[in-house]
Protein backbone atom coordinates (compact mmCIF):
# COMPACT_ATOMS: atom_id res chain seq x y z
CA UNK A 1 0.00 0.00 0.00
CA UNK A 2 1.00 3.59 -0.97
CA UNK A 3 3.09 4.80 2.32
CA UNK A 4 1.57 8.17 3.22
CA UNK A 5 3.25 11.46 3.61
CA UNK A 6 3.99 12.13 7.88
CA UNK A 7 0.96 13.76 9.08
CA UNK A 8 -1.07 12.10 6.88
CA UNK A 9 0.06 8.41 7.80
CA UNK A 10 0.04 9.29 11.92
CA UNK A 11 -4.12 10.08 11.07
CA UNK A 12 -4.44 6.61 9.61
CA UNK A 13 -2.92 5.38 12.16
CA UNK A 14 -4.79 7.03 14.59
CA UNK A 15 -7.93 6.51 12.50
CA UNK A 16 -7.18 2.47 12.48
CA UNK A 17 -6.27 2.19 15.96
CA UNK A 18 -9.55 3.40 16.74
CA UNK A 19 -11.34 1.43 14.75
CA UNK A 20 -9.78 -1.76 15.48
CA UNK A 21 -10.58 -1.56 19.48
CA UNK A 22 -13.94 -2.43 19.41
CA UNK A 23 -14.15 -5.53 17.98
CA UNK A 24 -13.92 -9.08 19.03
CA UNK A 25 -13.37 -12.80 18.09
CA UNK A 26 -14.45 -15.23 19.97
CA UNK A 27 -14.06 -19.32 19.34
CA UNK A 28 -15.98 -21.58 21.26
CA UNK A 29 -15.13 -24.70 22.45
CA UNK A 30 -16.49 -27.93 20.84
CA UNK A 31 -18.84 -28.85 23.50
CA UNK A 32 -20.20 -25.14 24.04
CA UNK A 33 -24.31 -25.20 24.39
CA UNK A 34 -25.40 -23.07 22.01
CA UNK A 35 -29.16 -21.58 21.82
CA UNK A 36 -31.67 -21.22 19.23
CA UNK A 37 -31.23 -16.68 18.01
CA UNK A 38 -33.79 -14.56 17.12
CA UNK A 39 -33.24 -13.20 14.14
CA UNK A 40 -33.56 -9.71 15.85
CA UNK A 41 -31.10 -10.33 18.41
CA UNK A 42 -28.20 -8.95 16.57
CA UNK A 43 -25.80 -9.06 19.29
CA UNK A 44 -26.37 -12.48 20.16
CA UNK A 45 -24.59 -15.62 19.50
CA UNK A 46 -26.51 -18.04 21.07
CA UNK A 47 -23.90 -18.96 23.98
CA UNK A 48 -25.77 -18.02 27.18
CA UNK A 49 -22.76 -17.02 29.44
CA UNK A 50 -21.37 -15.35 25.93
CA UNK A 51 -24.67 -13.52 25.60
CA UNK A 52 -25.14 -11.80 28.81
CA UNK A 53 -21.40 -10.79 28.97
CA UNK A 54 -22.30 -8.73 25.80
CA UNK A 55 -25.17 -7.44 26.27
CA UNK A 56 -24.02 -6.00 29.51
CA UNK A 57 -20.94 -4.37 27.40
CA UNK A 58 -23.62 -3.19 25.25
CA UNK A 59 -22.34 -5.20 22.33
CA UNK A 60 -23.89 -3.80 18.96
CA UNK A 61 -23.61 -6.96 16.84
CA UNK A 62 -22.42 -10.30 16.05
CA UNK A 63 -21.61 -12.44 13.45
CA UNK A 64 -20.34 -16.06 12.89
CA UNK A 65 -17.81 -16.10 10.69
CA UNK A 66 -17.46 -20.02 9.98
CA UNK A 67 -20.03 -21.93 8.34
CA UNK A 68 -21.97 -24.42 10.92
CA UNK A 69 -21.35 -27.20 9.90
CA UNK A 70 -19.53 -30.10 11.40
CA UNK A 71 -15.32 -29.82 11.62
CA UNK A 72 -15.78 -26.28 11.13
CA UNK A 73 -14.44 -24.03 14.70
CA UNK A 74 -17.58 -21.94 16.18
CA UNK A 75 -16.07 -18.82 15.66
CA UNK A 76 -17.81 -15.29 16.08
CA UNK A 77 -16.54 -11.63 15.54
CA UNK A 78 -18.85 -9.20 18.79
CA UNK A 79 -18.78 -5.85 17.99
CA UNK A 80 -18.64 -3.55 21.26
CA UNK A 81 -19.18 0.33 21.61
CA UNK A 82 -16.60 2.68 20.79
CA UNK A 83 -15.10 3.54 24.09
CA UNK A 84 -15.30 -0.13 25.60
CA UNK A 85 -12.01 -1.05 27.66
CA UNK A 86 -11.51 -3.72 25.24
CA UNK A 87 -8.42 -5.53 27.18
CA UNK A 88 -11.38 -5.98 30.27
CA UNK A 89 -13.94 -7.26 27.77
CA UNK A 90 -10.76 -9.33 26.29
CA UNK A 91 -10.04 -11.11 29.76
CA UNK A 92 -14.06 -11.17 30.52
CA UNK A 93 -14.88 -13.67 27.93
CA UNK A 94 -11.96 -15.72 28.17
CA UNK A 95 -12.84 -16.17 31.88
CA UNK A 96 -16.19 -17.38 30.40
CA UNK A 97 -17.26 -21.21 30.31
CA UNK A 98 -17.36 -22.37 26.71
CA UNK A 99 -15.28 -19.80 25.17
CA UNK A 100 -11.37 -21.40 23.86
CA UNK A 101 -10.23 -17.92 22.93
CA UNK A 102 -10.94 -14.51 22.57
CA UNK A 103 -8.67 -11.84 20.81
CA UNK A 104 -8.80 -8.55 18.90
CA UNK A 105 -10.16 -7.96 15.40
CA UNK A 106 -7.04 -6.04 14.07
CA UNK A 107 -7.09 -4.34 10.93
CA UNK A 108 -4.92 -4.79 8.21
CA UNK A 109 -4.34 -3.04 4.34
CA UNK A 110 -3.87 -4.33 0.96
CA UNK A 111 -0.29 -4.41 -0.38
CA UNK A 112 -0.21 -2.94 -3.45
CA UNK A 113 -0.81 0.50 -5.15
CA UNK A 114 -1.33 1.83 -8.99
CA UNK A 115 -0.66 5.73 -10.58
CA UNK A 116 -1.72 7.31 -13.72
CA UNK A 117 -2.33 5.14 -17.29
CA UNK A 118 -0.32 4.92 -20.06
CA UNK A 119 -1.23 3.78 -23.54
CA UNK A 120 0.59 1.00 -25.00
CA UNK A 121 -0.21 -2.90 -26.43
CA UNK A 122 -1.79 -4.76 -23.83
CA UNK A 123 -0.05 -8.03 -23.71
CA UNK A 124 3.26 -6.40 -24.31
CA UNK A 125 2.94 -4.62 -21.25
CA UNK A 126 2.79 -7.65 -18.70
CA UNK A 127 6.56 -8.22 -18.64
CA UNK A 128 6.49 -10.46 -15.88
CA UNK A 129 5.15 -12.75 -18.26
CA UNK A 130 7.28 -12.17 -21.03
CA UNK A 131 9.84 -9.69 -21.24
CA UNK A 132 12.32 -8.51 -23.81
CA UNK A 133 14.04 -6.09 -22.43
CA UNK A 134 12.13 -2.66 -23.75
CA UNK A 135 9.68 -2.42 -20.69
CA UNK A 136 9.05 1.80 -21.17
CA UNK A 137 8.71 2.41 -17.41
CA UNK A 138 11.73 0.59 -15.48
CA UNK A 139 14.85 -0.79 -16.56
CA UNK A 140 14.23 -3.80 -18.23
CA UNK A 141 16.42 -7.11 -19.01
CA UNK A 142 15.41 -9.64 -21.28
CA UNK A 143 14.48 -12.80 -19.75
CA UNK A 144 13.53 -11.57 -16.58
CA UNK A 145 10.09 -13.08 -16.27
CA UNK A 146 8.64 -16.24 -14.87
CA UNK A 147 8.84 -17.65 -18.63
CA UNK A 148 4.91 -17.80 -19.37
CA UNK A 149 5.28 -18.23 -23.50
CA UNK A 150 7.20 -21.42 -22.67
CA UNK A 151 5.40 -22.28 -19.76
CA UNK A 152 1.88 -22.65 -21.40
CA UNK A 153 2.92 -25.24 -24.17
CA UNK A 154 3.36 -27.51 -21.16
CA UNK A 155 0.15 -26.49 -19.19
CA UNK A 156 -2.42 -23.91 -19.58
CA UNK A 157 -4.82 -24.56 -16.48
CA UNK A 158 -7.68 -26.30 -15.74
CA UNK A 159 -11.49 -25.17 -15.11
CA UNK A 160 -11.52 -27.93 -12.61
CA UNK A 161 -8.89 -25.69 -10.46
CA UNK A 162 -10.25 -22.90 -8.64
CA UNK A 163 -8.16 -19.96 -6.65
CA UNK A 164 -9.76 -18.02 -4.05
CA UNK A 165 -8.51 -14.45 -4.09
CA UNK A 166 -9.43 -12.75 -0.69
CA UNK A 167 -8.81 -9.18 -1.62
CA UNK A 168 -11.50 -6.38 -2.53
CA UNK A 169 -13.53 -7.69 -5.22
CA UNK A 170 -13.84 -7.52 -8.74
CA UNK A 171 -15.52 -5.82 -11.85
CA UNK A 172 -17.74 -8.31 -12.25
CA UNK A 173 -19.39 -7.73 -15.45
CA UNK A 174 -16.25 -7.22 -17.20
CA UNK A 175 -15.73 -8.52 -20.38
CA UNK A 176 -12.20 -10.10 -20.16
CA UNK A 177 -13.20 -12.36 -17.50
CA UNK A 178 -15.60 -14.54 -20.27
CA UNK A 179 -16.43 -17.90 -17.77
CA UNK A 180 -13.27 -17.68 -15.17
CA UNK A 181 -15.36 -16.38 -12.70
CA UNK A 182 -16.59 -19.50 -10.11
CA UNK A 183 -19.91 -19.67 -9.60
CA UNK A 184 -21.68 -21.91 -6.31
CA UNK A 185 -23.13 -24.56 -8.39
CA UNK A 186 -25.13 -25.16 -4.68
CA UNK A 187 -26.66 -22.01 -4.41
CA UNK A 188 -29.71 -20.81 -6.79
CA UNK A 189 -29.74 -17.20 -7.38
CA UNK A 190 -31.99 -14.47 -6.24
CA UNK A 191 -34.21 -16.79 -4.69
CA UNK A 192 -33.46 -15.22 -1.22
CA UNK A 193 -32.77 -18.97 0.60
CA UNK A 194 -29.44 -20.36 1.96
CA UNK A 195 -29.63 -23.26 -0.77
CA UNK A 196 -25.88 -24.73 0.23
CA UNK A 197 -26.25 -23.94 3.88
CA UNK A 198 -22.99 -22.41 4.23
CA UNK A 199 -24.63 -19.52 6.29
CA UNK A 200 -24.64 -17.60 3.12
CA UNK A 201 -27.83 -16.40 1.27
CA UNK A 202 -27.79 -15.82 -2.97
CA UNK A 203 -23.69 -16.29 -2.88
CA UNK A 204 -23.74 -17.32 -6.29
CA UNK A 205 -20.82 -15.04 -7.36
CA UNK A 206 -18.49 -15.11 -3.74
CA UNK A 207 -19.22 -13.07 -0.47
CA UNK A 208 -18.50 -9.69 0.44
CA UNK A 209 -17.57 -10.03 4.16
CA UNK A 210 -16.23 -6.20 4.45
CA UNK A 211 -20.09 -5.53 3.78
CA UNK A 212 -22.04 -8.29 4.34
CA UNK A 213 -23.56 -9.15 1.49
CA UNK A 214 -23.48 -11.31 -1.40
CA UNK A 215 -22.38 -9.02 -4.34
CA UNK A 216 -18.26 -8.61 -4.16
CA UNK A 217 -17.24 -5.79 -6.92
CA UNK A 218 -14.62 -4.29 -6.34
CA UNK A 219 -15.05 -0.56 -5.12
CA UNK A 220 -11.33 0.28 -4.62
CA UNK A 221 -9.71 -1.48 -7.46
CA UNK A 222 -7.21 -3.62 -5.94
CA UNK A 223 -8.70 -7.15 -6.44
CA UNK A 224 -9.48 -6.58 -10.07
CA UNK A 225 -5.88 -6.27 -10.59
CA UNK A 226 -4.95 -8.92 -8.49
CA UNK A 227 -7.51 -11.49 -9.60
CA UNK A 228 -6.69 -10.29 -13.81
CA UNK A 229 -2.95 -11.23 -12.77
CA UNK A 230 -4.64 -14.95 -11.76
CA UNK A 231 -7.34 -15.21 -14.60
CA UNK A 232 -8.11 -12.34 -17.19
CA UNK A 233 -8.98 -14.66 -19.79
CA UNK A 234 -6.41 -15.48 -22.94
CA UNK A 235 -6.57 -15.37 -26.72
CA UNK A 236 -9.64 -13.47 -26.75
CA UNK A 237 -8.84 -10.60 -28.36
CA UNK A 238 -9.59 -8.56 -25.39
CA UNK A 239 -7.21 -6.70 -23.14
CA UNK A 240 -4.88 -8.94 -20.90
CA UNK A 241 -4.01 -12.76 -20.25
CA UNK A 242 -3.70 -14.61 -16.79
CA UNK A 243 -1.02 -16.84 -15.74
CA UNK A 244 -3.52 -19.19 -15.97
CA UNK A 245 -5.41 -19.87 -18.77
CA UNK A 246 -8.55 -22.08 -17.25
CA UNK A 247 -8.90 -21.62 -13.72
CA UNK A 248 -11.50 -20.64 -11.73
CA UNK A 249 -11.25 -17.42 -9.58
CA UNK A 250 -13.85 -17.39 -6.33
CA UNK A 251 -14.27 -13.83 -5.52
CA UNK A 252 -14.07 -13.08 -1.76
CA UNK A 253 -14.17 -8.85 -1.17
CA UNK A 254 -12.26 -8.77 2.61
CA UNK A 255 -10.99 -5.50 1.88
CA UNK A 256 -13.25 -2.33 1.43
CA UNK A 257 -13.18 0.86 -0.10
CA UNK A 258 -10.21 2.36 1.49
CA UNK A 259 -8.11 -0.66 0.89
CA UNK A 260 -8.65 -2.28 4.72
CA UNK A 261 -10.00 -5.69 6.28
CA UNK A 262 -10.82 -6.74 9.69
CA UNK A 263 -9.07 -9.82 10.13
CA UNK A 264 -12.45 -11.22 10.74
CA UNK A 265 -13.37 -10.56 7.22
CA UNK A 266 -10.04 -12.28 5.91
CA UNK A 267 -10.38 -15.43 8.51
CA UNK A 268 -14.47 -15.70 7.39
CA UNK A 269 -13.16 -15.82 3.42
CA UNK A 270 -10.52 -18.40 4.28
CA UNK A 271 -13.28 -20.58 5.70
CA UNK A 272 -15.54 -19.52 3.03
CA UNK A 273 -12.99 -20.65 0.69
CA UNK A 274 -11.97 -23.93 1.82
CA UNK A 275 -15.72 -24.93 2.51
CA UNK A 276 -16.61 -24.35 -1.35
CA UNK A 277 -13.78 -26.43 -2.77
CA UNK A 278 -11.13 -23.51 -3.34
CA UNK A 279 -7.25 -25.60 -4.04
CA UNK A 280 -5.34 -21.93 -3.87
CA UNK A 281 -6.12 -19.01 -1.41
CA UNK A 282 -4.25 -15.69 -2.74
CA UNK A 283 -4.55 -13.17 -0.04
CA UNK A 284 -2.14 -9.78 -1.06
CA UNK A 285 -2.78 -8.24 2.34
CA UNK A 286 -0.66 -8.00 5.55
CA UNK A 287 -1.21 -6.51 9.13
CA UNK A 288 1.25 -6.56 11.96
CA UNK A 289 -0.77 -7.54 14.75
CA UNK A 290 -0.56 -11.44 15.83
CA UNK A 291 -3.25 -13.52 14.97
CA UNK A 292 -4.14 -17.36 16.76
CA UNK A 293 -7.55 -17.44 14.19
CA UNK A 294 -5.64 -16.21 11.55
CA UNK A 295 -3.18 -19.06 12.16
CA UNK A 296 -5.91 -21.30 12.84
CA UNK A 297 -7.68 -20.68 9.25
CA UNK A 298 -4.40 -21.37 7.43
CA UNK A 299 -4.21 -24.77 9.30
CA UNK A 300 -7.48 -25.21 8.57
CA UNK A 301 -6.44 -24.81 4.77
CA UNK A 302 -3.83 -26.42 4.41
CA UNK A 303 -5.04 -29.82 6.69
CA UNK A 304 -7.70 -29.36 3.50
CA UNK A 305 -5.27 -29.68 0.89
CA UNK A 306 -5.50 -25.81 -0.05
CA UNK A 307 -2.27 -23.39 -0.11
CA UNK A 308 -2.20 -20.45 1.50
CA UNK A 309 -0.03 -17.86 -0.85
CA UNK A 310 0.12 -14.28 0.74
CA UNK A 311 2.20 -10.85 0.25
CA UNK A 312 5.66 -9.74 2.10
CA UNK A 313 3.96 -6.33 2.47
CA UNK A 314 6.19 -3.15 1.20
CA UNK A 315 7.57 -1.12 3.91
CA UNK A 316 11.12 -2.43 2.54
CA UNK A 317 11.94 -4.01 6.25
CA UNK A 318 11.79 -7.18 7.91
CA UNK A 319 8.83 -6.48 9.71
CA UNK A 320 6.79 -9.68 9.28
CA UNK A 321 3.37 -9.41 8.59
CA UNK A 322 0.37 -11.76 8.76
CA UNK A 323 -0.98 -14.00 7.03
CA UNK A 324 2.81 -14.32 5.07
CA UNK A 325 4.48 -14.73 8.16
CA UNK A 326 2.51 -17.04 9.80
CA UNK A 327 3.44 -21.02 9.75
CA UNK A 328 2.81 -23.02 6.16
CA UNK A 329 2.05 -19.90 4.48
CA UNK A 330 3.94 -19.71 0.80
CA UNK A 331 5.22 -15.82 1.62
CA UNK A 332 5.94 -13.54 -1.43
CA UNK A 333 8.48 -11.12 -2.53
CA UNK A 334 8.40 -8.68 -5.31
CA UNK A 335 10.88 -8.18 -8.59
CA UNK A 336 11.14 -5.50 -11.22
CA UNK A 337 11.59 -6.21 -14.72
CA UNK A 338 15.68 -5.84 -14.34
CA UNK A 339 14.70 -8.86 -11.82
CA UNK A 340 16.35 -6.63 -9.01
CA UNK A 341 14.13 -6.64 -5.73
CA UNK A 342 11.62 -4.16 -6.26
CA UNK A 343 12.63 -1.28 -3.88
CA UNK A 344 11.55 1.03 -4.25
CA UNK A 345 8.00 0.75 -5.87
CA UNK A 346 7.62 3.66 -7.74
CA UNK A 347 5.32 5.71 -5.94
CA UNK A 348 7.21 5.79 -2.79
CA UNK A 349 11.05 6.60 -2.38
CA UNK A 350 10.70 4.44 1.17
CA UNK A 351 8.93 1.80 -0.12
CA UNK A 352 10.45 -1.77 -0.84
CA UNK A 353 9.47 -5.41 -1.14
CA UNK A 354 9.83 -6.49 2.13
CA UNK A 355 12.91 -9.61 3.59
CA UNK A 356 13.05 -11.65 6.11
CA UNK A 357 13.23 -15.29 6.86
CA UNK A 358 9.77 -16.43 6.64
CA UNK A 359 10.18 -15.64 2.38
CA UNK A 360 9.33 -18.18 -0.29
CA UNK A 361 10.05 -16.92 -3.22
CA UNK A 362 9.42 -13.69 -5.52
CA UNK A 363 7.88 -12.51 -8.58
CA UNK A 364 7.36 -9.81 -10.53
CA UNK A 365 5.41 -6.80 -8.54
CA UNK A 366 6.49 -3.38 -9.92
CA UNK A 367 4.08 -2.11 -12.95
CA UNK A 368 2.13 -4.60 -13.05
CA UNK A 369 -1.25 -4.28 -15.97
CA UNK A 370 -3.92 -5.25 -15.03
CA UNK A 371 -8.06 -5.10 -15.47
CA UNK A 372 -9.54 -1.54 -14.34
CA UNK A 373 -12.69 -1.70 -11.75
CA UNK A 374 -14.74 1.62 -12.81
CA UNK A 375 -14.12 0.59 -17.30
CA UNK A 376 -14.61 -2.62 -19.53
CA UNK A 377 -12.09 -0.76 -22.12
CA UNK A 378 -9.67 1.29 -20.62
CA UNK A 379 -6.44 -1.61 -20.36
CA UNK A 380 -3.68 1.11 -19.07
CA UNK A 381 -4.16 0.91 -15.93
CA UNK A 382 -1.02 -0.83 -13.74
CA UNK A 383 -0.21 -1.41 -9.70
CA UNK A 384 2.89 -1.78 -7.71
CA UNK A 385 3.57 -4.07 -4.58
CA UNK A 386 4.22 -7.69 -3.33
CA UNK A 387 0.23 -8.15 -4.11
CA UNK A 388 0.96 -8.51 -7.59
CA UNK A 389 3.55 -10.73 -7.02
CA UNK A 390 1.95 -12.86 -5.32
CA UNK A 391 -0.91 -13.62 -7.69
CA UNK A 392 1.88 -14.38 -10.25
CA UNK A 393 2.57 -17.45 -7.59
CA UNK A 394 -0.83 -18.36 -6.41
CA UNK A 395 -1.69 -19.05 -10.62
CA UNK A 396 1.63 -20.82 -11.32
CA UNK A 397 0.33 -23.02 -7.98
CA UNK A 398 -2.76 -23.45 -9.99
CA UNK A 399 -1.14 -24.52 -12.94
CA UNK A 400 1.11 -27.30 -11.05
CA UNK A 401 -2.63 -28.66 -9.29
CA UNK A 402 -3.72 -28.93 -12.83
CA UNK A 403 -0.73 -30.51 -14.25
CA UNK A 404 -1.23 -33.34 -11.68
CA UNK A 405 -4.71 -32.86 -9.64
CA UNK A 406 -3.00 -35.38 -6.51
CA UNK A 407 -0.72 -32.64 -5.40
CA UNK A 408 -0.33 -31.38 -1.90
CA UNK A 409 -0.07 -28.20 -0.97
CA UNK A 410 3.85 -28.99 0.12
CA UNK A 411 4.51 -30.76 -2.99
CA UNK A 412 3.43 -27.49 -4.79
CA UNK A 413 4.79 -25.07 -2.97
CA UNK A 414 8.12 -27.61 -2.65
CA UNK A 415 8.58 -27.42 -7.22
CA UNK A 416 7.62 -24.06 -7.13
CA UNK A 417 11.02 -22.84 -4.65
CA UNK A 418 12.85 -26.06 -6.20
CA UNK A 419 12.49 -24.28 -9.98
CA UNK A 420 13.11 -20.82 -9.13
CA UNK A 421 16.00 -18.53 -10.43
CA UNK A 422 18.70 -17.96 -7.96
CA UNK A 423 21.18 -15.34 -8.23
CA UNK A 424 19.22 -13.08 -10.76
CA UNK A 425 18.98 -9.74 -8.58
CA UNK A 426 21.65 -7.78 -6.96
CA UNK A 427 24.35 -10.32 -5.68
CA UNK A 428 24.66 -8.50 -2.70
CA UNK A 429 21.36 -9.57 -1.69
CA UNK A 430 20.54 -12.87 -3.62
CA UNK A 431 22.98 -14.93 -2.97
CA UNK A 432 23.43 -18.53 -3.60
CA UNK A 433 20.88 -20.86 -2.35
CA UNK A 434 18.27 -19.11 -0.26
CA UNK A 435 18.72 -15.70 0.92
CA UNK A 436 16.20 -13.12 3.38
CA UNK A 437 15.69 -11.11 -0.02
CA UNK A 438 14.58 -13.43 -2.71
CA UNK A 439 13.80 -16.67 -0.88
CA UNK A 440 14.65 -19.21 -3.20
CA UNK A 441 14.57 -17.01 -6.03
CA UNK A 442 11.88 -15.46 -8.38
CA UNK A 443 9.77 -18.21 -9.82
CA UNK A 444 9.85 -19.71 -13.62
CA UNK A 445 6.72 -21.05 -14.37
CA UNK A 446 8.84 -23.40 -17.50
CA UNK A 447 11.04 -24.74 -15.21
CA UNK A 448 7.84 -25.70 -12.50
CA UNK A 449 6.03 -27.42 -14.98
CA UNK A 450 8.85 -29.17 -16.78
CA UNK A 451 10.20 -30.89 -13.24
CA UNK A 452 7.06 -33.09 -13.36
CA UNK A 453 8.71 -34.01 -17.13
CA UNK A 454 11.99 -34.61 -15.90
CA UNK A 455 11.25 -36.68 -12.67
CA UNK A 456 8.55 -38.42 -15.18
CA UNK A 457 5.67 -37.32 -12.86
CA UNK A 458 4.19 -36.47 -15.88
CA UNK A 459 4.37 -37.30 -19.74
CA UNK A 460 7.11 -35.32 -21.97
CA UNK A 461 5.00 -32.50 -23.54
CA UNK A 462 5.07 -31.89 -27.48
CA UNK A 463 8.78 -30.57 -28.36
CA UNK A 464 8.95 -27.36 -28.70
CA UNK A 465 11.97 -24.44 -28.58
CA UNK A 466 11.68 -20.70 -29.02
CA UNK A 467 13.93 -17.80 -29.92
CA UNK A 468 13.31 -14.45 -27.67
CA UNK A 469 13.95 -11.26 -28.24
CA UNK A 470 12.80 -10.95 -31.44
CA UNK A 471 13.80 -9.22 -32.70
CA UNK A 472 16.67 -8.54 -30.48
CA UNK A 473 19.27 -5.54 -30.13
CA UNK A 474 21.43 -7.82 -27.44
CA UNK A 475 21.93 -11.25 -26.43
CA UNK A 476 19.75 -13.77 -27.47
CA UNK A 477 18.04 -16.38 -25.28
CA UNK A 478 16.99 -19.82 -26.62
CA UNK A 479 14.37 -22.01 -24.72
CA UNK A 480 13.93 -25.69 -26.14
CA UNK A 481 11.36 -28.29 -24.16
CA UNK A 482 13.71 -31.36 -25.09
CA UNK A 483 17.23 -32.07 -25.44
CA UNK A 484 19.00 -31.62 -28.88
CA UNK A 485 21.69 -29.21 -31.20
CA UNK A 486 21.18 -26.13 -31.88
CA UNK A 487 22.71 -24.51 -35.33
CA UNK A 488 22.05 -20.87 -36.37
CA UNK A 489 22.67 -19.84 -39.69
CA UNK A 490 22.79 -16.28 -41.22
CA UNK A 491 21.12 -15.03 -44.74
CA UNK A 492 23.71 -16.81 -46.51
CA UNK A 493 23.26 -20.05 -45.00
CA UNK A 494 26.57 -19.92 -43.39
CA UNK A 495 26.62 -21.46 -39.79
CA UNK A 496 27.41 -19.29 -37.35
CA UNK A 497 26.56 -20.70 -34.06
CA UNK A 498 26.13 -24.53 -33.09
CA UNK A 499 25.86 -25.30 -29.85
CA UNK A 500 23.98 -28.91 -27.55
CA UNK A 501 20.79 -27.39 -25.65
CA UNK A 502 18.92 -29.14 -22.55
CA UNK A 503 15.72 -28.45 -21.14
CA UNK A 504 15.77 -24.92 -20.04
CA UNK A 505 17.26 -21.92 -21.16
CA UNK A 506 20.38 -20.85 -22.94
CA UNK A 507 21.85 -17.38 -23.51
CA UNK A 508 23.69 -16.44 -27.27
CA UNK A 509 25.97 -14.62 -25.49
CA UNK A 510 28.85 -14.27 -29.37
CA UNK A 511 27.91 -11.43 -31.00
CA UNK A 512 25.51 -11.17 -34.11
CA UNK A 513 25.67 -8.59 -36.99
CA UNK A 514 22.09 -7.15 -37.66
CA UNK A 515 20.50 -9.01 -39.85
CA UNK A 516 17.97 -11.86 -40.32
CA UNK A 517 19.18 -15.85 -39.32
CA UNK A 518 17.64 -19.17 -39.00
CA UNK A 519 17.86 -21.22 -35.80
CA UNK A 520 17.51 -25.30 -36.48
CA UNK A 521 16.81 -27.30 -33.70
CA UNK A 522 17.20 -31.12 -33.76
CA UNK A 523 16.31 -33.63 -31.58
CA UNK A 524 15.32 -37.22 -31.60
CA UNK A 525 11.99 -36.38 -32.64
CA UNK A 526 12.80 -34.46 -35.82
CA UNK A 527 14.07 -31.13 -36.57
CA UNK A 528 12.13 -27.19 -35.61
CA UNK A 529 13.30 -23.80 -37.03
CA UNK A 530 12.59 -20.75 -36.55
CA UNK A 531 13.86 -17.23 -38.01
CA UNK A 532 14.67 -14.00 -35.74
CA UNK A 533 16.08 -10.56 -36.66
CA UNK A 534 19.26 -9.06 -35.12
CA UNK A 535 18.45 -5.07 -35.16
Not at 42 to 51: E, L, Y
Not at 92 to 113: I, K, N, Q, S
Not at 139 to 148: F, K, S
Amino acid sequence: MRLLATFAFLVLSASLQAHQNNRIMIRLTSDAQLKAVPIAAKANIGSVPVDRLSASLGALRANRLTPAKPGMPSLFVVELPEGTEIDQALAAYRLLPGVLRAERDHLGHGGGDRDFTPNDPHYAKQWGLHNDGTFALSPALAGADIDMTAAWEIEQGSEEVTVAIIDSGVRLQHPDWGDRIWQNGGEIAGNGIDDDSNGFIDDVQGWDFANNDNDPTDDQGHGTNVTSIVAAAGDNGIGFTGVDLNCKAMVIKALNSSNQGYYSWWVAGMYYAVDKGADVISMSMGGTDPSPEMQAAVDYALANGVLVVACMMNTNSSVPFIPASLNGVMAVGGTKPNDRRAVPFYWSASSGSNYGSHISVCAPGDYIYGLSHTSNVSFTTYWSGTSQATPHVSALAALLKAQQPTRTPAQIRAIIEATAEDQVGDPLEDTPGFDNYHGHGRINAFNALMFAVGTGEVAQPAESFTVFPNPATGPISVRATASGQLVVLDGAGRIVREQRLSPGSSSMVSSLAPGAYLARFTTQGGALSQRFIVQ
